[in-house]
């Protein structure tokens, strides 16, 4: 069935680094954009970035822009969100999610389980 | 790009109907109809339930209603039930550099 699942989480000071992945299963991954989404404990969804079908556009939310990176594996069906420079606000369940339709915007109809990052010294 | 504004918490008795508001501006809301709401129980993913401002997905139930007027966005449930217990967020693009914003959710007690 369509999946996605995410990886890469865990515990991380301050300044550092952390790579999260999200595989795909079940679709057409190469036609599809794909987003991030976060939700920091008790807090309300944050979109994050997207990737375009085919790496080549990328956007990202402000908070963001210039410490986190965008990047995708069409042959591995898998996308990466690489997390510079992470600060304590950044802590978050952090969700990828896949559009209802392959090209175009549209709402998230697959949402993986997240995966947790804790920005802490 | 600041949050759209979502009441944080609505409440209503089995049966009745309720209404959850989402304001932006119009850059977000009411420049597109790319707005969507999405139900979330605790400890899970978001589900998607209405896309494009009223349509709704296969397998939504048919209780669950959106509609727009300027920038504010709507969500109805009608028939509340007590699975509709959950927060719900609405999501719009925008015309800014931050391509999508959310609403800042809302607790519905049942």
């Known amino acids: 069935q369509v999946q996605l699942v995410e990886s890469g989480g865990g515990v991380v000071q301050p300044g550092r680094s952390l790579r999260l992945s999200c595989g795909a299963s079940?679709?057409?991954?190469?036609?599809?954009?794909m987003h991030w989404v976060r939700q920091a404990p008790g807090k309300g969804l944050e979109w994050v970035a997207v990737?375009?079908?085919?790496?080549?556009?990328?956007y990202y939310a402000d908070f963001v822009k210039g410490r986190f990176t965008l990047s995708r594996d069409n042959a591995k069906k898998t996308h990466y969100l690489q997390m510079d420079s992470l600060r304590p606000e950044d802590t978050a369940l952090y969700y990828c999610?896949?559009?209802?339709?392959?090209?175009?915007?549209?709402?998230?109809?697959?949402w993986g389980q997240g995966t947790m990052v804790i920005v802490s010294s | 790009h600041s949050a759209l504004t979502q009441p944080a918490s609505v409440s209503g008795s089995p049966g009745q109907s309720i209404t959850i508001s989402c304001t932006g501006t119009?850059?977000?809301?009411?420049?597109?109809?790319?707005v969507s709401w999405y139900q979330q129980h605790p400890g899970k993913a978001p589900k998607l339930i209405i896309c494009?401002?009223?349509n709704r997905p296969s397998g939504v139930s048919d209780r669950f209603s959106g509609s727009k007027s300027g920038n504010t966005a709507s969500l109805t449930i009608s028939g509340l039930q007590a699975e509709d217990e959950a927060d719900y967020y609405c999501?719009?693009?925008?015309?800014?550099?931050?391509?999508?914003?959310f609403g800042t959710g809302t607790k519905v007690t049942v």
């Open positions: 999501i719009s693009y925008t015309s800014t550099t931050t391509l999508y914003v």
């Open positions: 494009e401002v009223n």
């Open positions: 119009n850059s977000d809301v009411g420049g597109y109809n790319y």
């Open positions: 990737i375009s079908y085919d790496g080549n556009n990328k």
């Open positions: 999610a896949r559009p209802r339709v392959a090209a175009g915007i549209d709402a998230f109809d697959v």
């Open positions: 079940g679709f057409t991954f190469t036609s599809y954009a």
